[in-house]
């Protein structure tokens, strides 16, 4: 045998020399959950080890992941039901509980990096990322609220704004309202190819977002398809966006890899809730060893995302893992 491919494997030093991709804590983005009221912790059930933040402990935890050399931030806000309407009204309201935590973490740290989330479900009473208008999800007009959300949070100090709602059009839309706003240097992360999966189970838990009827199939994709997505990517490339992302990220590993090969913008992946419960059950159970966490954060960035939005971000660091 010429051609003896174990030989490049017989020690740690050469399989370290021949290591062709690598995760580094820049590339890790922890999203965080934030409830109204002072020293609120309260965990995720179906999320062990992942907590809803009052804005006093969520300066701690970013404290305390800064230390460990994680610096970007993806919030999304738990609220309280009273507080929903049809038209998400209080995702724009001044002073509201998102938009003050948005101020506290650039007040406080104003080295790390603010990732916010547009899009209407948590302050929806429909649990919709849209406004609903005899069971359908309206686009246009959601369009003009969306707007709003962008706008405030680029008010509070957000460095990225993220829309994940899946309407038509919004990333030109909300990048032209920014720039003609004075925003030209706010950011937008694309969820551009977003799926409807059952794997965000355990976020709709954190926020009480599910829909209140129906599912999200007219607007986020068929998890049978990918071509489409290279047509939600061709547009958000087109209206502005700086990143693209797909989500979840684990089943969609392909999709990854198709755009990371078809465009030259960086490409995320969201590793979501449903992957971080999988995980965590098995090893809690011993089903799996914790390695599992680390191969999987890996293969995101095999399948070429720079960007790894993950539950896991800041154990994998107090681990020394990364
Ligand atoms: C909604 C939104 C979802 C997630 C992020 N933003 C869920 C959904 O579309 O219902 C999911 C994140 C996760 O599961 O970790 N705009």
Redesign the pocket.
């Known amino acids: 045998m010429l051609q003896r491919p174990r030989r490049n494997r017989k020690s740690a030093v050469i399989r370290d020399m021949i290591q062709e991709t690598h995760l580094s804590s820049s590339n890790l983005i922890f999203?965080l959950f934030i409830v109204d009221g002072e020293k609120q912790k309260v965990e995720v059930k179906s999320m062990p080890g992942i907590y809803r933040y009052g804005i006093d402990n969520l300066l701690h935890e970013i404290e305390s992941c800064l230390k460990l050399g994680l610096n970007s931030f993806d919030l999304?806000p738990a609220v309280e039901e009273s507080l929903k309407d049809k038209y998400a009204t209080e995702s724009y309201r001044e002073g509201t509980l998102y938009l003050r935590a948005i101020e506290a973490v650039k007040k406080n740290f104003p080295e790390a990096c603010v990732i916010t989330?547009v899009?209407?479900?948590?302050y929806s009473s429909d649990g919709h990322?849209g406004i609903v208008e005899n069971d359908e999800i309206l686009n246009d007009e959601t369009l003009a609220v969306l707007g709003k959300m962008a706008l405030a949070h680029a008010q509070s100090g957000a460095d990225i704004i993220a829309p994940?709602?899946?309407m038509d059009g919004r990333i030109g839309y909300i990048r032209e309202l920014l720039d003609q706003n004075g925003f030209k240097h706010v950011s937008l992360m694309s969820?551009t190819a977003?799926y409807a999966?059952a794997?965000?189970?355990?976020?709709?838990d954190?926020?009480g977002?599910?829909?209140k009827k129906g599912d999200?199939k007219t607007y986020?994709m068929n998890p049978a398809n990918s071509r489409e997505a290279l047509i939600e990517a061709q547009l958000d490339a087109a209206e502005g966006a700086d990143f693209l992302m797909v989500?979840?990220g684990l089943p969609y590993l392909d999709i990854i890899k198709l755009l990371n090969q078809n465009f030259d913008l960086p490409i995320a992946a969201?590793?979501?809730?449903?992957?971080?419960a999988m995980l965590k059950a098995a090893i809690a159970n011993g089903w799996l060893a914790e390695s599992a966490i680390l191969e999987t954060l890996l293969s995101f960035r095999r399948a070429g995302a720079t960007a790894i939005?993950t539950?896991h971000a800041k154990e994998v660091l107090e681990k020394g893992w990364v």
């Open positions: 999203p999304f989330d899009a209407m479900d948590p990322d994940s709602d899946m969820y977003k999966s794997f965000y189970g355990p976020f709709r954190a926020l977002s599910a829909p999200k986020q989500k979840p969201y590793n979501v809730s449903g992957e971080y939005l539950y």
